[in-house]
């Protein structure tokens, strides 16, 4: 899971939706689109 976090084009954002995933529990399609804005939210 590492490599997937550290070589995403938005680092911060994916680690934000695993943790949303691991700790509250989210379905991954929740954490996929918690992860799209987010990095949206990155590139600005």
Do not use: C, D, T, Y
Request: glycine share 4%; no cysteine; aromatic share 12%.
């Amino acid at each position: 899971m590492g490599r997937n976090i550290f070589q995403s084009s938005a680092p911060l954002a994916m680690l934000k939706a695993v943790k949303k995933v691991v700790h509250e529990n989210w379905k991954a399609r929740e954490a996929f689109q918690f992860w799209q804005e987010e990095k949206q939210g990155e590139a600005k």
